[in-house]
């Protein structure tokens, strides 16, 4: 069960540090929503551990995407923060997702499975 509190918190700490680095600040919905998807890929790593690596990663973009557009539509749109908008992106989906990270979340999911194994040994 600590893996699972401590997957949320290196999560938290990664995704705001990586968002820091990408944009120059970052919102704490986002430290948030970072530590729920290494969460939860953690556990989908663990009951699908013989999945192969590209599959993996897939699935990791998928979840990742999926928790950025729900957080995206709550904060952006219902609360109208304005955390992050990729309206200009092209093939984004109401300016909450777009292609372009989701395919940088899939290559996010290589380092990603390597922590949560890490984590899962620890």
Do not use: D
């Not at 680095?21 to 013989?50: A, D, E, K, Q, S």
């Amino acid at each position: 069960m600590s893996g699972i509190f401590m997957s949320f918190a290196i999560g938290s700490v990664l995704y705001g540090t990586m968002e820091i680095l990408w944009r120059g600040y970052t919102h704490w919905t986002m430290l948030l929503t970072g530590g729920v998807c290494l969460m939860v890929f953690y556990v989908f790593n663990l009951n699908y551990f013989y999945l192969p690596l590209w599959q993996k990663c897939l699935a990791g973009a998928f979840i990742i995407t999926s928790f950025e557009f729900v957080v995206g539509c709550i904060t952006n749109i219902g609360l109208g923060w304005n955390v992050w908008n990729y309206s200009g992106m092209p093939f984004n989906l109401y300016g909450q997702v777009c292609l372009l990270y989701t395919f940088l979340w899939f290559l996010l999911g290589i380092p990603m499975v390597f922590l949560c194994n890490r984590i899962a040994n620890f």
